[in-house]
T-cell receptor
Framework: GESVGLHLPTLSVQEGDNSIINCAYS??????FIWYKQESGKGPQFIID?????DKRQGQRVTVLLNKTVKHLSLQIAATQPGDSAVYFC????????????FGRGTSLIVHP | ETGVTQTPRHLVMGMTNKKSLKCEQH?????MYWYKQSAKKPLELMFV???????ENNSVPSRFSPECPNSSHLFLHLHTLQPEDSALYLC?????????????FGEGSRLTVL
């Protein structure tokens, strides 16, 4: 079946390091991808998105890479800070239908000072 | 502050109770969603209201009943729930359209069914 999943449930890094969170998807019809961050006690918040006609998009300290050949998505966080500690979700949306994104399980990022 | 407000933030109810969760958005969006978030599981879509169209996940039990009286308000009515329904219920909104993307989530209503 179609799925969105994350390779690692937990990622621990030191403050100042770069973090890479990965996501695999299996539906080739997906054309829009979003990364969300969910801090403890809060709802998910948008970080960055990318459409399938792009392979890289940069934001402030974050970069999303899309590899359509292997159906892989990654979120890179530069100079990770303690405030980046959260659960990160990728979501995919499939063109041609109602906008109902499918979410992955989430990766917990722990940043050690 | 995301512009999406959910109440109550915490709810404890017995299996025979009837309660409702409320969501309100002040963003001018025209699509609203209910998601269920359980431990160690992906976010599970329950219902979507978009441009007067309703989409529902067929696996959601009938003891959950949504109501969307206008584009700014969304309710989830709860009746004779089971302990396995204990979870965080997240409301989200979006401006429906071809070039819009992200969902704006509320902080959730933490439901405990005894």
């Amino acid at each position: 079946g179609e799925s969105v999943g994350l390779h690692l449930p937990t990622l621990s890094v030191q403050e100042g390091d770069n973090s890479i969170i990965n996501c695999a998807y299996s539906n080739s019809a997906s054309d829009y991808f979003i990364w969300y961050k969910q801090e403890s006690g809060k709802g998910p918040q948008f970080i960055i998105d990318i459409r399938s006609n792009m392979d890289k998009r940069q934001g402030q300290r974050v970069t999303v890479l899309l590899n359509k050949t292997v159906k892989h998505l990654s979120l890179q966080i530069a100079a990770t800070q303690p405030g980046d500690s959260a659960v990160y979700f990728c979501a995919e949306n499939i063109r041609g239908g109602s906008y109902i994104p499918t979410f992955g399980r989430g990766t917990s990022l722990i940043v050690h000072p | 502050e995301t512009g999406v407000t959910q109440t109550p933030r915490h709810l404890v109810m017995g299996m025979t109770n009837k309660k409702s969760l409320k969501c309100e958005q002040h963003l001018g969006h025209n699509a609203m969603y209910w998601y269920k978030q359980s431990a160690k599981k992906p976010l599970e879509l329950m219902f979507v209201y978009s441009l007067e169209e309703r989409v529902e996940n067929n696996s959601v039990p009938s003891r959950f009943s949504p109501e969307c009286p206008n584009s700014s308000h969304l309710f989830l009515h709860l009746h004779t729930l089971q302990p396995e329904d204990s979870a965080l219920y997240l409301c989200a909104s979006r401006k429906a359209g071809p070039n819009t993307g992200e969902l704006f989530f509320g902080e959730g209503s933490r439901l405990t069914v005894l």
